[in-house]
């Protein structure tokens, strides 16, 4: 039996609809389960298959009748069963949310076709792993971007009606276009925005150590990979430090300047490579700013790839729409410094969602019918 007959809707319809409904309502929280492993091992480098299900606390090997989604957690009433330590919210949180997307993907795209319900919902899970992982560590894993790309290219071609077309040829056009708009025109804006707005001020509280390790940057409040600053040769990091320590010397109120060829402590140069460890204590930084990073690009391209070049383009104008009302919130609420704390992955993955629940109505309201 091919793959079409599995998921003709006339194979489908002699189960009871909402059958199907409370299916994927369970198979979503399942996966959410699976996200939930994700979310924490993956920005830690961890293997999301082994070791199995274990408590971060005690290491307490959670057997499968303790680790039934939603149910478990409410049982339990959030801790671990051996050691009682809490069990952070977002699990229940993420199963639930995973659980209802399934869910909608069903009842809107069902009636049409399941198999397009399924790999809608498949994608909606990455962008939910995507935004978790995001707010908690600022990088969305290449998993999960490089990934998508991929597996959204793969689905377009077996697929094709992810982007209305009824050729396969037709499906992987759309595809591609999608991944090469999505990643050229993100690159093209955040390197724009490196010209124009290429330095960033960052007062911080007296006597404020400041880690300069072989890969990142390490402030206080978050760790700052050294990729994530450096896109051109002539990004520099600069600090005023009251001090600074190498392995073999140190310095008292000097000026540092670190760039990805070349350090600079007061008037000694040094060729960062043989810098293993800088330590140094200021109260400000100037950082190379970004308005997106790399991980967005690549984010842009996988949701390109399953949406089509004009879900890219809805997408960058929404995000950008949704970021302005939540600085705009954050000023009014006299929280302004959170804004620098919020990543903009997370708004990229909204602006994907009403794209495709309601993008081309949306679209089609402001400038007339929509033609894909």
């Known amino acids: 039996m091919g793959i079409d007959a599995i998921f003709d809707s006339r194979n489908w319809a002699p189960v009871p609809f909402h059958f199907w409904s409370l299916v994927f309502f369970v198979l979503g929280c399942m996966v959410g389960s699976f996200l939930n492993v994700c979310i924490y091992r993956m920005p830690l480098g961890l293997s999301v298959i082994s070791p199995p299900s274990h408590c971060p606390h005690c290491r307490y090997s959670i057997p499968w009748y303790l680790n039934i ?3 478990t957690w409410l049982w339990l009433r959030g801790q671990c069963r051996n050691c009682r330590a809490p069990i ?3 699990y229940f949180l993420v199963e639930l949310l995973t659980g209802v997307t399934f869910l909608v993907c069903w009842l809107v795209f069902g009636p049409k076709s399941a198999f397009l319900a399924l790999v809608y919902a498949g994608f909606l ?3 939910i792993a995507a935004t978790f992982i995001d707010f908690e560590h600022f990088i969305i894993p290449d998993e999960i971007t490089i990934g998508g790309a991929v597996v959204g290219f793969l689905c377009s071609f077996i697929l094709p009606a992810l982007h209305g077309e009824p050729s396969l040829t037709g499906g992987m056009k759309q595809s591609v276009l999608g991944i090469l ?5 993100i690159y093209g804006i955040l390197r724009l925005g490196k010209l124009m707005f290429g330095r960033q001020k960052l007062e911080l509280p007296g006597n404020t150590r400041i880690l300069f390790s072989e890969t990142a940057l390490h402030l206080p409040d978050k760790d700052i990979p050294y990729e994530e600053l450096f896109y ?3 990004d520099v990091i600069a600090i005023q430090a009251q001090t600074v320590e190498l392995v073999d010397r140190c310095y008292r109120d000097v000026r540092v300047r670190l760039s990805p060829k070349r350090l600079l402590i007061g008037d000694e140069e040094f060729n960062p ?3 293993p460890h800088l330590e140094a204590v200021s109260a400000e930084i100037v950082l190379p700013r970004e308005a997106m990073g790399l991980g967005d690009v690549k984010f842009m391209a996988a949701i390109g790839a399953f949406l089509g070049w004009q879900a890219v383009v809805f997408s960058l104008v929404i995000s950008s729409l949704i970021g302005s009302l939540v600085g705009v919130a954050l000023i009014v ?7 620098s704390r919020l990543p903009y992955g997370p708004y990229i993955a909204l602006a994907a969602v009403i794209w495709l629940f309601a993008g081309k109505r949306i679209v089609g309201l402001l400038f007339g019918p929509f033609d894909s």
């Open 333 to 339: 609420m006299r929280r302004r410094e959170w804004s």
């Open 125 to 127: 899970a990455g962008l």
């Open 232 to 234: 051109r040769q002539s």
């Open 69 to 71: 989604p939603l149910v």
């Open 181 to 185: 708009m999505g990643a050229g025109l």
């Open 88 to 90: 952070s919210p977002r």
């Open 273 to 275: 490579e043989e810098v």
